[in-house]
């Protein structure tokens, strides 16, 4: 299961081949939970969170149950992705009417290790941050998480769930994220990103983590943007870079539901502390 999310390949894509096969595995992973350690508990949870598991709550309450007994022995990495599949969890069962499997303290720990466990901006963000500002509010930039205006960007904002965006305008709920190398996975083409450039291109792939984060934003009611860097480094003037994203900002980037997992009227309001 973590192969299949961690290299994209969707569970609904391919129902008759893929899903019955993550089916039997969610099974299996039920019925052995007990022999599931803190790092076993936190990659199952992220991994068929990630496939966009949607057949049943029931893999996800065992294993929550399960974490929530085992907190003292998770590691952050282990919190931040059951962070991430709880955040799954209300998105794709927003109707389930038992009491949460994860006690609020819990998934606020859970949250906090994720937020932790973020990396720090990249040089390529930077320099689309820069251009951002200036294509939005004509150079006039804010401070991190102190947006003056409705349109304003914000540098690294986190969202309510604990997702954090490269740049927002908050207000707007637009996000715009820049890929660096290890959001794709090299060596694979796609066909509708590699036209310009033939076969010369590899890094078109996007991985099943980025897939996962964009679909989680875009159910929780964010236009999401995706800059990938094989893009960006093609642009040699601001004037380029600043054209480039206007583009961006003014027909998003919504892919199809078989690029991502979910269209954009596909939008799920979480409670807070979710």
């Not at 927003?94 to 990249?122: C, I, K, M, T, W």
Request: charged share 25%; hydrophobic share 45%.
């Amino acid at each position: 299961a973590w192969a299949f999310a961690t290299a994209g390949v969707p569970v609904v894509r391919d129902a008759s081949v893929v899903e019955p096969f993550v089916a039997a595995m969610a099974d299996a992973c039920r019925r052995r939970i007990r022999e599931f350690n803190a790092q076993d508990l936190g990659h199952t949870a992220w991994a068929f969170a990630c496939a966009d598991w949607r057949r049943d709550p029931d893999l996800f309450v065992a294993v929550f149950r399960h974490a929530a007994a085992a907190d003292t022995t998770l590691t952050d990495v282990d919190r931040s992705q059951l962070h991430l599949a709880a955040l799954h969890f209300a998105t794709a069962f927003p109707d389930h009417d038992r009491p949460h499997p994860l006690p609020a303290g819990v998934r606020a720990a859970f949250r906090a290790a994720h937020v932790r466990n973020e990396p720090q901006p990249s040089r390529l963000q930077r320099d689309v941050a820069a251009a951002l500002n200036r294509v939005v509010v004509g150079g006039r930039g804010t401070r991190p998480g102190r947006p003056s205006s409705s349109s304003a960007v914000v540098f690294e904002h986190v969202t309510a769930e604990g997702l954090a965006l490269d740049m927002a305008q908050p207000e707007l709920r637009r996000a715009v994220e820049a890929d660096g190398p290890s959001h794709f996975l090299a060596g694979l083409e796609d066909d509708h990103l590699s036209r310009d450039g033939g076969r010369q291109t590899t890094w078109v792939t996007e991985t099943g983590a980025t897939r996962f984060k964009s679909r989680l934003l875009r159910r929780l009611g964010w236009d999401v943007a995706r800059v990938p860097f094989f893009e960006w480094t093609r642009l040699a003037t601001p004037a380029e870079k600043d054209a480039y994203l206007a583009a961006k900002l003014r027909g998003g980037e919504r892919r199809a539901a078989d690029s991502c997992g979910a269209s954009p009227s596909e939008v799920v309001v979480v409670p807070r502390g979710v």
